[in-house]
């Protein structure tokens, strides 16, 4: 039986496919009646659902590589740069980052929780803004030098609570899956 964690799965899959991955075109529905509660799902609609999750992933993770690949830049060049240039360290993972595929990381996927009255759709929108989000901090990390990187504190990644309120609302609902929140963003 498919049980509990839906916001853990469903919405830190765009964090996972991190570990490879300007702007995502990645929008993600499941294909499930939006209407349906994710308490209510039948086993072909969690097949459905997670297929659908695990596409969108990959689709986010091409859309935002380069913004992935010098965010991973740049923690490698903050380690660098406590014993050595954290510049060329950056610039070193920021290359092999490019060179390789982006690949969706593996994660479980169980939207099915007991006891949540929030709809797929609800689900849906908290995802997709959470990525819209993710997005716009993934931009800007792309949009700048290694260089620039290491010697400013980008904006978008500052802090402060970039939660999307459509995910706030769904915390709400899903009491019992709160604790777990995987909400894709870099701050918050």
């Given at each position: ?42 086993d ?46 950056c ?36 995802y997709?803004?959470?990525?819209d989000?993710?997005s ?30 459509s ?21 918050g």
């Amino acid at each position: 039986m498919h049980s509990n964690n839906i916001l853990k799965t469903l919405l830190a899959t765009p964090l996972l496919v991190g570990a490879l991955a300007c702007g995502s075109n990645a929008s993600f529905s499941s294909g499930v009646d939006g209407t349906k509660k994710a308490s209510e799902l039948s086993d072909a609609d969690v097949t459905a659902f997670c297929d659908a999750a695990k596409a969108t992933a990959l689709d986010f993770a091409k859309d935002n590589k380069a913004g992935f690949c010098k965010l991973s830049g740049s923690l490698a060049g903050a380690l660098g740069a406590i014993g050595g240039d954290g510049t060329a360290a950056c610039e070193m993972t920021v290359t092999a980052c490019e060179a390789a595929d982006a690949t969706a990381g593996a994660s479980t996927c169980t939207p099915k929780i007991d006891n949540c009255d929030a709809t797929i759709a609800e689900i849906e929108a908290c995802y997709n803004d959470s990525m819209d989000a993710l997005s716009k901090t993934l931009d800007e990390f792309g949009s700048q030098s290694c260089s620039d990187l290491l010697t400013k504190t980008s904006s978008g990644a500052a802090g402060g609570d970039t939660t999307p309120q459509s995910c706030k609302d769904l915390a709400t609902k899903c009491p019992s899956a709160a604790a777990q929140v995987g909400i894709p963003s870099l701050g918050g």
